[in-house]
């Protein structure tokens, strides 16, 4: 059980191309989604908190504009990388926590490699 | 400011070996800790956590140790083998409702047959 799907796993466009990625919980419903990025060999930074049926909670440094999410429903949540240029090639991962009582753990997606040439 | 790191960016060990992977972190109003593994190419995965109100907990194979004194945090893997092989994060929770993570800078396990 609790089960993340991201889709695509990997995704290779032209510089000013916008991509979106597709954050699911199979599942588990999930009020909560996180957005995390990944450069190679390094730790996982989040970008933003994703909640269903508002807007999202960006963190520091992270443009809004940039990088778009939707949380239109409890099992998906979606990341769009707008006008993406080379310096947005990074390893994307959500995770997303199981709506109910107590604290549950974050579940992770295995992730999508966006590489904008 | 706050920050979760780690001592050793590489650890070599053999199969049957136990590891130490140790990890420091800075905000000792943090009250939750995660382990996490990750192979290459995937996202996370859950290994063990543990509250601020414990000292030591363990799971199959894997123990972790809080040291709430030196702010320390290390996770213990018994008779480790090849299939361990990984990057190991320690995280810090922040806020219970939404458990925001802080990842640390992460260990690379490397375990030979």
């Known amino acids: 059980g609790a089960v993340v799907s991201q889709h695509p796993s990997w995704v290779i466009c032209k510089s000013g191309t916008s991509v979106k990625i597709e954050c699911r919980s199979l599942?588990?419903?999930?009020?909560?989604m996180f957005w995390y990025r990944q450069f190679p060999k390094q730790s996982l930074m989040l970008m933003a908190t994703?909640?269903?049926?508002?807007?999202?909670?960006?963190e520091q440094g992270v443009e809004k504009d940039k990088f778009l999410i939707n949380h239109a429903s409890l099992t998906l949540s979606t990341l769009t990388v707008t006008s993406a240029h080379p310096e947005d090639s990074s390893f994307y991962i959500c995770?997303?926590?199981?709506?109910?009582?107590?604290?549950?753990?974050?579940?992770f997606g295995d992730g999508t490699r966006l590489s904008i040439l | 400011g706050e920050s979760v790191g780690l001592h050793l960016p590489t650890l070599s060990v053999q199969e049957g070996d136990n590891s130490i992977i140790n990890c420091a972190y800075s905000?000792?109003?943090?009250?939750?800790f995660i382990w996490y593994k990750q192979e290459s190419g995937k996202g996370p995965q859950f290994i063990i956590d543990?509250?601020?109100?414990?000292d030591k907990r363990q799971g199959q194979r894997v123990t972790v140790l809080l040291n709430k004194t030196v702010k320390h945090l290390s996770l213990q893997i018994a008779a480790t083998q090849p299939g361990d092989s990984a990057v190991y994060f320690c995280?810090?929770?922040?806020?219970?409702?939404?458990?925001?993570?802080?990842f640390g800078t992460g260990t690379r396990l490397l375990v030979s047959p």
């Open positions: 995770s997303a926590r199981p709506t109910g009582l107590g604290n549950q753990p974050q579940h």
């Open positions: 599942d588990f419903q999930a009020t909560t």
């Open positions: 994703s909640n269903e049926g508002s807007k999202a909670t960006y």
């Open positions: 905000n000792s109003a943090s009250d939750y």
């Open positions: 543990i509250r601020s109100n414990m």
């Open positions: 995280a810090e929770v922040k806020g219970l409702g939404f458990q925001k993570l802080v």
